[in-house]
């Protein structure tokens, strides 16, 4: 069984451009949510999406959207980069049962300039 | 807003102690899960604890969930070397897929 797969796996980018990262779940799992991680803050919610539909949303700017395919493969885009945007972006793929258990893939590793 | 205080943040021993990392908080979480994670990599899913004062292991490691299910420790014995790594604590706290975690406890064990 296939496990979660995130692309790119590394991202140089400018300040002021923007970028869009990938993630296939789980084969079966129709929950997917992404996460930054970085240093400081540890890991960080970014937003969750069910069946095409965003359910769940973390703190962060509108520069940051997502959206999800009906075949559940989620995208993550982050406009008008900032340097503080350089981190680990984790996509975490689930069931959603009342017991929630998440598999993550190997992220992406984003750096701005 | 629902926190995770996970301590202690950095833990350096010698191969063979012993070892616990606490996960805190004042929310009630429906679901515990604890995950270990290598530099550069993705946190990998350890266990799962579900019912208050459920005790899991995992061969020298030994999970619990607090009774109210506030909180969970993680115990390993006779840490090795290969034990090395970032551990995390996520709570769940609704049928979704959104997880809080906990700061990290950086686990570093010397030979």
């Known amino acids: 069984k296939a496990g979660v797969t995130q692309t790119p796996r590394y991202l140089i980018k400018t300040r002021g451009q923007q970028v869009t990262l990938s993630c296939s779940p789980i084969s079966g799992h129709r929950s997917v949510s992404w996460y930054q991680q970085t240093p400081g803050q540890g890991l960080q919610f970014l937003f969750e999406y069910f069946s095409e539909t965003q359910r769940n949303k973390g703190n962060f700017p509108g520069r940051f959207s997502g959206r999800q395919f009906s075949n559940s493969r989620s995208e993550m885009n982050v406009s008008t980069l900032e340097l503080g945007d350089s981190a680990l972006y984790l996509c975490?793929?689930?069931?959603?049962?009342?017991?929630?258990?998440?598999?993550f893939g190997q992220g992406t590793r984003l750096t701005v300039v | 807003t629902q926190l995770l205080e996970q301590s202690p943040q950095f833990l350096s021993i010698q191969e063979g102690e012993n070892l616990t990392v606490y996960c805190n908080s004042s929310s009630v979480f429906s679901s515990l899960q604890w995950y270990r994670q290598e530099p550069g990599e993705g946190p990998v899913l350890l266990v799962t604890v579900v019912t208050g004062g459920e005790v899991k292991k995992l061969k020298r490691l030994t999970f619990q969930f607090g009774d109210a299910r506030k909180d969970s420790s993680l115990h390993i014995t006779a840490a090795q070397p290969g034990d090395t790594g970032l551990y995390l604590c996520a709570g769940a706290t609704s049928n979704t897929g959104k997880l809080i975690f906990g700061q990290g406890t950086t686990l570093q064990v010397k030979p």
């Open positions: 975490a793929s689930s069931l959603v049962t009342l017991n929630t258990e998440a598999f």
